[in-house]
């Protein structure tokens, strides 16, 4: 199993930064992605990026291109979330997920995450 814990939301006003950590357990080791998703209210949980365990391997929904950076430690235990720019469509709950599929596009499939953290909520004012 892998346990997740997400943390950094918090609230911003329009063109602010925060950073988002999702901090891994368990089984850490191995060939899968973490993605981060993000839910507004009334709306389905969408794809905001994706980055191999290994680091190798980023991927990003167009919404966030260019303003958001996925990344992850050095140890291997925290996947960061770099959120610049922010916009008040970005408000939502984040959540982070381990993607064990190996499909690509990377991490984009909801349904294929085995585990998600509990999410942290990011409210962004404008």
């Known amino acids: 199993q892998v346990q997740l814990v997400e943390s950094g939301g918090g609230l911003a006003q329009a063109g602010d930064s925060l950073r988002l950590s999702c901090a891994a357990s368990?089984?850490?080791?191995?060939?899968?992605?973490i993605g981060w998703f993000r839910q507004a209210p009334g709306k389905e949980r969408s794809f905001v990026a994706a980055?191999?365990?290994?680091?190798?391997?980023?991927n990003y929904a167009d919404s966030v291109k260019g303003r958001f950076t996925i990344s992850r430690d050095s140890a291997g235990s925290t996947v960061y979330l770099q959120m610049n720019s922010l916009k008040p469509e970005d408000t939502a709950v984040y959540y982070c997920?381990?993607?064990?599929?190996?499909?690509?596009?990377?991490?984009?499939?909801?349904?294929?995450?085995?585990?998600w953290g509990q999410g942290t909520q990011v409210t962004v004012s404008s």
């Open positions: 980055i191999t365990w290994s680091g190798g391997e980023t």
């Open positions: 997920g381990a993607d064990f599929s190996g499909l690509r596009p990377l991490g984009v499939r909801k349904h294929e995450y085995e585990y």
């Open positions: 368990g089984r850490t080791r191995g060939n899968y992605a």
